[in-house]
């Protein structure tokens, strides 16, 4: 006799805690693992027997994620803006202070069609398919140094049928080359300091990637590289967009305003009350 769906999540729980771990990470592993499309429907399902292949799954996952890997790459994906975007090792895991940086996006551009957008270091394409979805009419360029993240991004282009063009390179310099010109530069670039990784949980600093999530001069090397090629780009009366770590607000708009002193820049806090957003109106 195996184990029923309650016994299974009695186990992972404790087991979970006495690691260091979140104990409510059992209810989504499990839910995501049967399939189930609320808590509640697991609870009502807490007799259940688990078949063999069920619990040697879980058993896995439980112990992974003890061991640090996040939830999310056990089973291969994360929601942003209510759609499910593929993520692995090579992308970082879209958050919910993201998600703020797409509606700025759309706020900043309100009632405008005809709308050219790049979203530099695209990553998973969390952004720059949002705003291909949600703005179908628009022309939505990305980015990437990384050509297994790019990979990540057209997957979830094509599965969300969202008609971005991606480029692989360096920041802006795919559209440099180009000669390219858009409306709207918008990028969570990675913004922590190197001296800052003891402070992330394992589950980041041991498996996301680096490259998009660490910088140079305290953070702020990709800000500062991002708007020195922007005049190549962005027309004029066009709007840059960034997330940004909490206390680089300041920094990043005296980087904007060096470039652009006439630029009018807001920050915006996130769904915490903290500094997350960076909009200039150029």
Known sequence: MGRTIREALQWASSF???????ANAANWMLRELLGLSSFSELILREQDVLTEGQNTTFTEWVHR???GEP??????YEWFYGR??????HV???RPETEELVVAVLEETSGKRDVTVVDVGVGSGAIAVTLQVERPEWQVFATDLSSEALQVARVNAQS?????????????????????Q??????NPPYIAHREAPDLSDTVRDYEPHLALFAEEDGLEAYRRIIKQSPAVLRRHGIL??????????????????????ATVTVKQDINGKDRIVVARI
């Open 16 to 22: 979970l805690e006495k690691e260091g771990r979140e």
């Open 182 to 187: 858009v409306d709207v530069i918008v990028s």
């Open 241 to 262: 967009a960034f997330e940004i770590g909490y206390t680089q607000a300041e920094a990043v708009s005296h980087l904007i305003l060096r470039t652009y002193p006439e």
């Open 65 to 67: 994620h003890a061991n």
């Open 92 to 94: 970082l895991i879209p």
């Open 71 to 76: 939830i999310q790459h056990l089973y291969g």
């Open 160 to 180: 969300l049928e969202a008609g971005c063009r991606f480029f692989e390179g360096d920041l802006l310099t795919p559209l440099v080359d180009a000669g390219q």
């Open 84 to 89: 499910k975007f593929t993520v692995n090792s």
